[in-house]
């Protein structure tokens, strides 16, 4: 099957700019029905042609969160979830293909896996997210994070692209603030982790971390020293390369300014 797709051209990154996330109202698959508000994507008959993206990018360690609302039994495997270089708003709906595995992956710059079955079950709640290093993390209500998939390029804008596929039959995309594993974290981003959200608090301009450009930046880098990020994206860092992001020295230990904070003293099991 032919595709007619172009990539993100049209995309302009916004400063700590944080639009709710819902699915994009043209981009889908030609069996799925959206709500009014956009924010449930339900597959109307037959197993495939259940295809959706996000109405924009995301930003590498912002968190994808969906409920799964409606299972159909008689079909094999479920929801497959990822991240694609596409622009959705260039996208010819009827160019997309029936399934996101293989075709949509093998033709365009799109990543993405089916979920184990037994994550799939009414009620469920499902977080996904890439890092910087193109790593694809998953955790549910019932299960710890673990590595889904990894070699995304996240050197272009990333969609979020969800397949609404088989025994998956409707999915809702939940604001952060539903999240109700962690109620007390309340910025839009960093919402799995048991640290105080004292430490990661909204920017004033000119004081943005340089990764996620929305907290402010107040964490020293050790032994470099350098102030570029919150605590929370140096918490991520710490634990994902241990590079320092400006000059990539290794990160023995980070810590609040005017607070001794050691890294390595946090359970982050």
Known sequence: MGCAFSYGSEYLQQKRSYQPLYFHSKAKGNQILLND??????RISTFHD??????????????VTLRILKMEDGWNGGL??????????????????????????????????????????????????????GKVFLRTNQVKRFLLFDRVTVSCPLWAVMDVYGTTKAIELLA???DPFR?????????????????CLPARDG???????????NTWLLPCHHTVLCYCCANRIFRDTAKCP???????LFCLQNKSTPADAWNFS
């Open 207 to 217: 004081e943005e971390c340089s990764v996620c450009l929305y907290h402010v930046k």
């Open 246 to 252: 400006i000059c990539r020295c290794k990160i023995e």
């Open 37 to 42: 508000c956009y924010s449930r994507a339900e």
């Open 176 to 178: 952060p603030v539903s």
């Open 50 to 63: 259940g295809i959706v993206f996000t109405n924009r990018p995301v930003k590498p360690y912002e968190i």
């Open 80 to 133: 497959r979830v990822g991240f694609s270089c596409l622009n959705p708003s260039n996208i010819n709906p009827y160019s997309l293909p029936p399934f996101i595995c293989p075709d949509l992956t093998a033709q365009t710059s799109t990543w993405a896996a089916v979920l184990p079955d037994q994550f799939i079950k009414v009620g469920n709640i499902i977080h996904f997210w890439v890092n910087n290093s």
């Open 183 to 199: 109620p007390r974290l309340l910025t839009p981003m960093f919402r799995d982790e048991p640290y105080e959200i004292s430490f």
